[in-house]
């Protein structure tokens, strides 16, 4: 029992994400907004559709702006809460854009003294009707939003266009990092095995490989699952970080068959540790590099940051990382079994 804690340890974290990670509430937020577009100088019925709101409790304290900037938002002058998911939203838009722009994307707040404040970004677009008006209304400074109500809940956050797929979360994104775990690990071991010479080493080094390769296409599988989801396509045209993953996952896999074609145990051991390390130096500008420098969907790509505040917070970090940790346990302990199994067949085999 004491040299099988850190399996009960992986087992329980594993558990503990998939119950918390499917089962833990979002947070109320904001799911449509129809119409999606207005003329200036009209007045406007905007209905608010909410997920996981709950509209007419206090329905007296719910607040809702067409919000440009820190600057400029207009207030709704009118709220009609239809049931807990839905409301209408009247405003009465002024005539003349508050920029020198005759269209211009901007964003529903909503704000609740029960359900919190919420957001809905671009949500209707303006159009400017008049070609010129020489002065503002005032109706765009006088309406400024502040003090929006915070609920503190442990609930995880609602997230535009992702909704309920975020919990994907737990398992794509942790399966690969539980990978990359994997895979560094392997390459210490090939590194070992080209001093040692030991098979044992090289072993070590091919079961932890064969386990990082699995968490690989587990990760891209349910990679692929949340892009039918988010944006609507198991293999998005031109989304070059798929690309790469599909790539570096070939190398890997050239890995396994170049094994195979190798029947002297030392120079199979070599060969295949100085591939290895090689496929490693190939996987970080494939997967972490490549798609920084070009247009994708993805978080982390085109420049845009990853594992933020706008992408994690302190409800998600608390099932996201045990969740690493638990994925990156099973898999060491897949390769302590694969280990276990080719070093009982050299034994057999020696006899």
């Given at each position: 029992?004491?040299?099988?804690?850190?399996?009960i340890?992986?087992?329980?974290?594993?558990?503990?994400?998939?119950?918390?990670g499917?089962l833990?509430?979002l947070?109320p937020?904001?799911y449509?907004?129809?119409?999606?577009?207005?003329?200036?100088?009209?007045?406007?019925?905007?209905?608010?559709?909410?997920?996981n709101?709950?509209?007419?409790?206090e329905?007296?304290?719910?607040?809702?702006?067409l919000?440009?900037?820190?600057?400029?938002?207009?207030?709704a002058?009118?709220?009609?809460?239809?049931?807990?998911?839905?409301?209408?939203?009247?405003f009465?838009?002024?005539?003349?854009?508050?920029?020198?722009?005759?269209?211009?994307n901007?964003?529903?707040?909503?704000?609740?003294k029960v359900?919190?404040?919420?957001?809905?970004?671009?949500?209707v677009?303006?159009?400017?009707?008049?070609?010129?008006?020489?002065?503002?209304?005032?109706?765009w400074?006088?309406?400024?939003i502040?003090?929006?109500?915070?609920?503190?809940?442990f609930?995880f956050?609602?997230?535009?266009i992702?909704?309920?797929?975020?919990?994907?979360?737990?398992?794509?994104?942790?399966?690969?990092?539980?990978?990359?775990?994997l895979?560094?690990?392997?390459?210490?071991?090939?590194?070992?095995?080209?001093?040692?010479?030991?098979?044992?080493?090289?072993?070590?080094?091919?079961?932890?490989?064969?386990?990082?390769?699995?968490?690989?296409?587990?990760?891209?599988?349910?990679?692929?699952?949340?892009?039918?989801?988010?944006?609507?396509?198991?293999?998005?045209?031109?989304?070059?970080?798929?690309?790469?993953?599909?790539?570096?996952?070939?190398?890997?896999?050239?890995?396994?068959?170049?094994?195979?074609?190798?029947?002297?145990?030392?120079?199979r051991?070599?060969?295949?540790?100085?591939?290895?390390?090689?496929?490693?130096?190939?996987?970080?500008?494939?997967?972490?590099?490549?798609?920084?420098?070009?247009?994708s969907?993805?978080?982390?790509?085109?420049?845009?940051?990853?594992?933020?505040?706008?992408d994690?917070?302190?409800?998600?970090?608390a099932?996201?990382?045990p969740?690493?940790?638990?994925?990156t346990?099973?898999?060491?302990?897949?390769?302590?079994?694969?280990?276990?199994?080719i070093?009982?067949?050299?034994k057999?085999?020696?006899?």
């Open positions: 029992m004491k040299s099988s804690w850190w399996k340890l992986g087992v329980a974290l594993l558990l503990y994400a998939f119950i918390f499917l833990m509430p947070k937020g904001i449509a907004v129809t119409p999606d577009n207005a003329i200036t100088g009209t007045t406007s019925l905007i209905r608010v559709e909410g997920y709101t709950n509209f007419t409790k329905a007296e304290s719910i607040k809702v702006w919000k440009l900037n820190d600057t400029f938002a207009l207030m002058n009118k709220i009609q809460v239809i049931d807990d998911m839905a409301l209408n939203a009247s009465d838009i002024p005539v003349q854009l508050p920029i020198k722009k005759r269209i211009k901007f964003t529903l707040v909503m704000d609740h359900d919190g404040a919420s957001v809905s970004p671009s949500a677009t303006l159009t400017q009707k008049a070609d010129k008006v020489d002065n503002i209304s005032p109706q400074t006088t309406n400024p502040a003090g929006l109500t915070i609920v503190n809940k609930n956050p609602f997230r535009n992702l909704y309920e797929t975020i919990r994907n979360l737990y398992f794509h994104v942790s399966l690969w990092l539980a990978m990359m775990i895979f560094i690990a392997s390459v210490v071991m090939s590194f070992k095995h080209l001093r040692s010479g030991k098979p044992e080493d090289d072993w070590k080094s091919l079961s932890l490989t064969a386990a990082g390769t699995l968490m690989g296409f587990l990760g891209l599988f349910t990679g692929m699952i949340w892009a039918q989801y988010t944006w609507g396509s198991f293999w998005p045209k031109n989304e070059v970080k798929l690309n790469m993953t599909a790539v570096a996952l070939l190398i890997y896999l050239a890995y396994f068959v170049l094994r195979g074609s190798l029947e002297n145990q030392e120079q051991g070599r060969i295949s540790a100085v591939y290895n390390i090689f496929a490693f130096a190939a996987l970080i500008p494939l997967l972490y590099v490549v798609p920084r420098l070009t247009s969907l993805h978080p982390g790509s085109g420049g845009n940051s990853t594992f933020g505040s706008e994690l917070d302190n409800t998600m970090r099932v996201f990382y969740a690493v940790i638990g994925w346990l099973l898999g060491v302990w897949m390769g302590s079994i694969m280990y276990r199994a070093a009982l067949k050299d057999i085999l020696s006899r």
